[in-house]
């Protein structure tokens, strides 16, 4: 949705597996993020993320992050933007402890249109937490989208999560790979 110079973002997903009629995984992630864009290639931005994984140990995360984004690379067929800001986490865990702390966030999304109905992206995320120095996740997601019609498109996409200090005896690595069809309005 853009109304005037305000770019608005949101975003839901819900993954779940089954695997010999045994729940193997399940996860909820919603997103809002709002852009003020300040000239052509330069936005402020505020973000709210909510996350559920229980096989992850996460029984949910809540965050926002304020940040500046820069279009690097602004051309009709390939975006690259790079943003940074600060936030605040938290999340509850199944195993203790839980996370309440400011944050530092960076990261970078490019988009390449390499057909009039048919886009390639990635969305990498790195996300800080300032008291404690060991605990950082990153996230990569890659997708390709193909447009069915002016609303809607067909996107399959693999998303990499990494924990760098996940408890035990959960892993520090998570991969979904998922096809999902995308409303855009």
């Known amino acids: 949705m853009r ?16 695997s010999e009629a045994a729940l193997t995984a399940e996860s909820i992630q919603y997103l809002l993020r709002t852009d003020r864009e300040v000239g052509t290639r330069a936005s402020v ?5 909510f996350f559920r994984d229980e096989f992850a140990g996460i029984e949910h995360r809540n965050s926002v992050v304020e940040g500046v984004a820069y279009k690097v690379v602004n051309e009709e067929a390939q975006v690259l933007s790079l943003d940074g800001g600060l936030g605040y986490l938290n999340e ?8 309440s702390t400011a944050t530092y966030e960076a990261g970078g999304k490019y988009n390449w249109r390499i057909s009039p109905t048919a886009e390639i ?10 008291d404690q120095p060991n605990d950082w996740r990153a996230v990569n997601v890659v997708a390709i989208a193909a447009r069915l019609n002016a609303m809607f498109s067909l996107k399959a996409s693999n998303t990499i999560r990494y924990t760098n200090a996940p408890l035990a005896p959960f892993k520090s690595t998570d991969t979904t790979t998922s096809i999902a069809l995308v409303a855009k309005f």
């Open 121 to 130: 992206s990635e969305d990498v995320r790195f996300t800080g937490v300032f």
């Open 45 to 49: 931005f505020g973000e709210y993320t």
């Open 3 to 18: 109304p005037g110079e305000w770019v608005v973002r949101t975003r839901g997903a819900f993954n779940r597996n089954k």
């Open 92 to 99: 509850h865990r199944l195993t203790d402890p839980d996370v």
